[in-house]
């Protein structure tokens, strides 16, 4: 089993509405989780970051998390063409070890 | 501030040539890492340094080697290269640990014939 998994995609959304990404993960004693944004070609950049169960809202972005259930997602509400890329779900596995899922590649249609 | 910085950007090597990936970043971060990228795998861990003068083995090690110049530069070495190390390579650093944000260079992106 991969220690995050991300819905496989891809998705498409139209412009202005809401794109929803799912992470789930093994570790149960994961405690920091994190969303990447990779544009085509480009290096990944932090969007969110999330520690504790719950909502987390920056802009039009909103990270929930649910470590009971070990799951962790990411709304994009009123989705732009420049939000277009692929979002990358990663989970310390430790001090310095990041976990990756594969990711899931957004597509808003104009 | 050109943050993290990885040379070169595109290589093409020879099954069994070596190579040296560079790396430096102006953070002032503690932690570097070296990741690849394969379709479909997302982002792998080969190796990291948690601090000036140490490095440890990440999820993928093998064929790899690593040195921590300074608290700046930490390169990547291939051996003998392989065709499966066929790859997109970035390094990142934190400023202390991945509970702390992580910066990515620009990507190597290499292909062993």
């Known amino acids: 089993q991969k220690e995050v998994e991300q819905n496989s995609g891809p998705l498409s959304v139209p412009e202005g509405a809401i794109a929803s990404l799912n992470c789930t993960y093994s570790?149960?004693?994961?405690?920091?989780f994190f969303w990447y944004r990779q544009y085509s070609g480009k290096s990944p950049e932090l969007i969110m970051s999330?520690?504790?169960?719950g909502d987390k809202e920056d802009g039009r972005f909103t990270a929930q998390l649910n470590k009971a259930s070990q799951y962790v997602s990411l709304l994009i509400r009123d989705s732009q063409p420049s939000d277009s890329a692929t979002y990358l779900c990663?989970?310390?596995?430790?001090?310095?070890?990041?976990?990756f899922g594969a990711g899931t590649t957004v597509t808003v249609r104009a | 501030n050109a943050g993290v910085t990885q040379t070169p950007k595109f290589q093409v090597l020879k099954t069994g040539q070596s190579m040296t990936l560079q790396c430096a970043q102006d953070?002032?971060?503690?932690?570097m890492y070296w990741y690849r990228q394969d379709p479909g795998m997302g982002l792998r861990l080969i190796y990291y340094?948690?601090?000036?003068?140490?490095?440890d083995k990440g999820e993928v090690p093998n064929g790899y080697n690593v040195s921590r110049l300074n608290k700046r530069e930490f390169s990547l070495r291939l051996e003998s290269a392989a065709p499966s190390q066929t790859s997109v390579y970035f390094c990142?650093?934190?400023?202390?640990?991945?509970?702390?944000?992580?910066?990515f260079g620009q990507g190597t992106r290499l292909t062993v014939v």
């Open positions: 999330i520690y504790s169960n």
């Open positions: 990142a650093s934190s400023r202390q640990g991945m509970n702390t944000e992580a910066f």
């Open positions: 990663a989970v310390n596995a430790g001090d310095y070890k990041l976990s």
């Open positions: 953070m002032n971060h503690n932690s």
């Open positions: 570790d149960r004693g994961s405690q920091s």
């Open positions: 340094s948690a601090s000036e003068g140490t490095t």
